[in-house]
Protein backbone atom coordinates (compact mmCIF):
# COMPACT_ATOMS: atom_id res chain seq x y z
CA UNK A 1 0.00 0.00 0.00
CA UNK A 2 1.44 3.34 -1.01
CA UNK A 3 -1.06 5.66 1.49
CA UNK A 4 -2.42 4.76 4.51
CA UNK A 5 -5.66 6.69 3.03
CA UNK A 6 -6.42 4.27 0.86
CA UNK A 7 -7.33 1.85 3.53
CA UNK A 8 -11.29 0.98 2.32
CA UNK A 9 -11.47 -1.29 5.64
CA UNK A 10 -9.88 -3.40 8.22
CA UNK A 11 -10.53 -6.04 10.17
CA UNK A 12 -13.80 -6.54 8.88
CA UNK A 13 -15.59 -9.62 9.18
CA UNK A 14 -16.79 -10.95 5.93
CA UNK A 15 -19.46 -12.94 7.95
CA UNK A 16 -21.90 -10.17 6.78
CA UNK A 17 -21.96 -8.08 4.12
CA UNK A 18 -19.25 -4.97 4.04
CA UNK A 19 -20.07 -1.43 2.59
CA UNK A 20 -16.20 -0.12 3.31
CA UNK A 21 -15.06 3.37 3.26
CA UNK A 22 -15.18 5.24 0.20
CA UNK A 23 -11.92 6.24 -1.22
CA UNK A 24 -12.11 10.07 -2.80
CA UNK A 25 -9.64 10.11 -6.11
CA UNK A 26 -9.94 13.82 -5.94
CA UNK A 27 -11.01 14.34 -9.65
CA UNK A 28 -14.43 13.98 -12.05
CA UNK A 29 -13.24 10.73 -14.07
CA UNK A 30 -9.84 9.36 -12.66
CA UNK A 31 -9.17 6.09 -15.37
CA UNK A 32 -7.27 4.89 -12.79
CA UNK A 33 -7.27 0.96 -14.29
CA UNK A 34 -5.45 2.97 -17.35
CA UNK A 35 -2.12 4.16 -15.73
CA UNK A 36 1.11 2.90 -16.26
CA UNK A 37 0.84 1.01 -12.81
CA UNK A 38 -2.75 0.33 -12.24
CA UNK A 39 -4.77 0.79 -9.09
CA UNK A 40 -5.89 -2.59 -8.18
CA UNK A 41 -8.37 -3.40 -5.06
CA UNK A 42 -6.18 -5.82 -3.03
CA UNK A 43 -8.38 -8.05 -0.37
CA UNK A 44 -5.90 -9.85 2.36
CA UNK A 45 -7.51 -11.95 4.99
CA UNK A 46 -6.56 -11.63 8.13
CA UNK A 47 -8.19 -14.09 10.21
CA UNK A 48 -8.69 -17.92 8.80
CA UNK A 49 -11.41 -17.84 6.94
CA UNK A 50 -14.42 -20.63 6.16
CA UNK A 51 -16.89 -21.62 3.35
CA UNK A 52 -17.02 -24.35 1.17
CA UNK A 53 -18.33 -23.91 -2.45
CA UNK A 54 -20.70 -21.12 -3.75
CA UNK A 55 -23.61 -22.21 -1.21
CA UNK A 56 -20.57 -20.35 1.66
CA UNK A 57 -19.68 -17.33 -0.23
CA UNK A 58 -18.68 -13.87 -1.18
CA UNK A 59 -19.70 -11.67 -3.66
CA UNK A 60 -17.45 -8.48 -4.23
CA UNK A 61 -18.47 -5.27 -5.79
CA UNK A 62 -16.58 -2.37 -6.54
CA UNK A 63 -19.38 0.98 -6.75
CA UNK A 64 -18.53 4.01 -7.81
CA UNK A 65 -20.37 7.58 -7.12
CA UNK A 66 -19.88 11.09 -8.35
CA UNK A 67 -21.33 13.02 -5.30
CA UNK A 68 -20.05 10.45 -2.55
CA UNK A 69 -23.80 9.90 -2.14
CA UNK A 70 -25.31 7.63 -4.82
CA UNK A 71 -23.36 5.00 -5.65
CA UNK A 72 -23.69 2.69 -8.59
CA UNK A 73 -22.15 -0.91 -8.99
CA UNK A 74 -19.30 -0.61 -11.64
CA UNK A 75 -17.40 -3.87 -11.28
CA UNK A 76 -18.89 -7.58 -9.94
CA UNK A 77 -16.48 -10.23 -9.05
CA UNK A 78 -17.77 -14.08 -9.80
CA UNK A 79 -19.00 -15.48 -6.37
CA UNK A 80 -15.86 -16.46 -4.20
CA UNK A 81 -16.12 -19.85 -1.81
CA UNK A 82 -15.11 -18.01 1.81
CA UNK A 83 -12.26 -20.28 2.25
CA UNK A 84 -10.78 -19.35 -0.95
CA UNK A 85 -10.62 -15.68 0.37
CA UNK A 86 -7.71 -16.46 2.64
CA UNK A 87 -5.55 -16.82 -0.26
CA UNK A 88 -6.33 -13.06 -1.06
CA UNK A 89 -7.39 -11.49 -3.87
CA UNK A 90 -6.50 -8.88 -6.15
CA UNK A 91 -9.36 -6.96 -7.97
CA UNK A 92 -7.88 -4.75 -10.96
CA UNK A 93 -9.93 -1.41 -10.77
CA UNK A 94 -12.31 -0.32 -13.94
CA UNK A 95 -10.50 1.97 -16.13
CA UNK A 96 -13.71 3.94 -16.15
CA UNK A 97 -14.94 5.16 -13.00
CA UNK A 98 -16.46 7.95 -11.11
CA UNK A 99 -14.66 9.97 -8.15
CA UNK A 100 -15.63 8.68 -5.03
CA UNK A 101 -15.23 4.59 -4.87
CA UNK A 102 -16.20 2.07 -2.40
CA UNK A 103 -16.04 -2.07 -1.82
CA UNK A 104 -19.14 -3.65 -0.96
CA UNK A 105 -19.89 -7.79 -0.46
CA UNK A 106 -22.66 -9.72 -0.23
CA UNK A 107 -22.57 -13.39 1.57
CA UNK A 108 -23.97 -16.38 0.56
CA UNK A 109 -24.41 -19.09 3.15
CA UNK A 110 -21.90 -19.25 6.09
CA UNK A 111 -18.29 -17.50 5.86
CA UNK A 112 -16.54 -16.46 8.90
CA UNK A 113 -13.30 -14.60 8.92
CA UNK A 114 -11.84 -11.15 8.66
CA UNK A 115 -10.50 -8.88 5.47
CA UNK A 116 -8.24 -5.57 5.27
CA UNK A 117 -9.38 -4.32 2.04
CA UNK A 118 -7.15 -1.19 0.31
CA UNK A 119 -6.54 0.22 -3.22
CA UNK A 120 -2.64 0.04 -4.46
CA UNK A 121 -0.38 -0.12 -7.60
CA UNK A 122 1.49 -3.04 -6.26
CA UNK A 123 0.45 -6.18 -4.35
CA UNK A 124 2.44 -9.36 -3.36
CA UNK A 125 2.34 -12.98 -5.00
CA UNK A 126 2.19 -16.26 -2.57
CA UNK A 127 4.86 -18.34 -4.71
CA UNK A 128 3.06 -21.88 -5.53
CA UNK A 129 5.95 -23.82 -6.72
CA UNK A 130 9.33 -23.85 -5.12
CA UNK A 131 11.84 -21.95 -7.04
CA UNK A 132 13.54 -23.32 -9.79
CA UNK A 133 17.51 -22.41 -10.37
CA UNK A 134 18.43 -21.01 -14.08
CA UNK A 135 22.00 -20.79 -14.62
CA UNK A 136 22.68 -18.14 -17.51
CA UNK A 137 25.88 -18.77 -19.31
CA UNK A 138 27.71 -16.28 -21.14
CA UNK A 139 27.96 -17.84 -25.37
CA UNK A 140 30.44 -16.32 -27.75
CA UNK A 141 29.36 -13.57 -30.28
Avoid: W
Wanted: aromatic fraction near 6%; glycine fraction near 6%.
Amino acid sequence: MFDAAMLLCKDKSIASAITSDAYDFGQEAPASGAYADPIVVVIQAKSATTGAGTSNAVTFKIQDSADNSSYADVLTVPTVPGADIAKGLVIPMPIKHRRYVKLVTTVTGTVTGTIDAFLSNSYAMPMEHAKQGIEIVQTAS
